[in-house]
């Protein structure tokens, strides 16, 4: 799949993972549908990306909007490119210290955003992408979806966090296998720590303790890293059904 041509739709495109790939994706010549619930960001990068890119506000849960996303990207041309940035973050043990159950909504939160939004992401994109004419081997688009090195090694605290990012690695090779009859190729990426903008309001000993685990190089990830390791999903055909850990060996401890 060549990235010159190609039409993008990138959730969570407004900053971090999300923004450096919709920069890397419009540099080797693709246009880029932002999905982002920040208005203000979002529109600024759009504007910022020129004509390549246009930005529409959505949350990944809701039917609709993902669909209005879609239909945004397709009236670019052929939907080729799906990628899954979108997420949020919760922090809670299965009982508090004080013996307290985790709060349903709170995990329930978690898994609708990060599981159930990138699948609804995922059919939507598809079903576009299954419209469009193949290219000579036989490929119509490929999506990819973000998990995290929690969904393998979740640490004390990361219960909801880590069921919904194990739920997006467990439905790659699936959707995967569902998708092959139209061309459509699913990838998943498992980030390990990166310098997001989450990262980015803790203080600088909490970004240390937390790079301190990384095995080489010995420092968060960076954004543009992840968005490199997209354009390579994007151009290798026989890559499919697999997720990759990009985390330079880290194995994350309990806590």
């Known amino acids: 799949m060549k990235l010159d041509g190609a039409v993008a739709i990138i959730t969570g495109g407004a900053s971090g993972l999300g923004a450096a790939t919709a920069r890397k994706l419009i540099a080797g010549?693709?246009?880029?549908?932002?999905?982002?619930?920040?208005?203000?960001?979002?529109?600024?990068?759009?504007?910022?990306?020129?004509?390549?890119?246009?930005?529409v506000p959505a949350d990944v849960t809701d039917e609709g909007q993902v669909e209005a996303a879609v239909d945004t990207a397709s009236g670019l041309g052929s939907l080729r490119i799906a990628?899954?940035?979108a997420g949020i973050?919760?922090?809670?043990r299965t009982l508090n210290r004080d013996g307290a159950p985790h709060p349903l909504a709170v995990f329930q939160k978690t898994i609708a955003v990060n599981?159930?939004?990138?699948?609804?992401?995922?059919?939507?994109a598809a079903a576009a992408m299954a419209k469009t004419q193949p290219n000579d081997q036989g490929e119509r688009g490929v999506?990819?979806?973000?998990?995290?090195?929690?969904?393998?090694?979740?640490?004390?605290?990361?219960?909801?966090?880590?069921?919904s990012k194990g739920g997006v690695a467990a439905m790659t090779l699936p959707a995967a296998r569902d998708l092959a009859v139209v061309g459509v190729r699913v990838?998943?990426?498992?980030?390990?720590?990166?310098?997001?903008?989450?990262?980015a309001g803790l203080p600088e000993s909490a970004r240390q303790a937390l790079a301190k685990d990384v095995v080489f190089p010995k420092r968060l990830g960076e954004p543009s890293e992840y968005a490199d390791l997209v354009a390579a999903i994007v151009s290798s055909p026989y890559l499919n059904g697999e997720t990759i850990r990009l985390d330079a060996a880290l194995r994350m401890p309990p806590k």
């Not at 973000?146 to 909801?160: E, H, L, P, R, Y």
């Not at 990838?187 to 990262?199: C, E, Q």
């Open 83 to 85: 990628v899954n940035c």
């Open 89 to 92: 973050g919760s922090v809670g």
């Open 187 to 199: 990838v998943t990426i498992a980030p390990g720590v990166f310098d997001t903008p989450m990262m």
């Open 143 to 163: 999506v990819i979806s973000t998990a995290s090195v929690a969904a393998f090694d979740g640490q004390i605290g990361q219960i909801a966090y880590s069921a």
């Open 115 to 124: 599981l159930i939004g990138t699948f609804n992401v995922l059919r939507l």
């Open 29 to 55: 010549g693709a246009s880029a549908v932002l999905v982002d619930r920040d208005e203000t960001r979002g529109n600024a990068l759009a504007r910022q990306l020129g004509d390549s890119a246009r930005f």
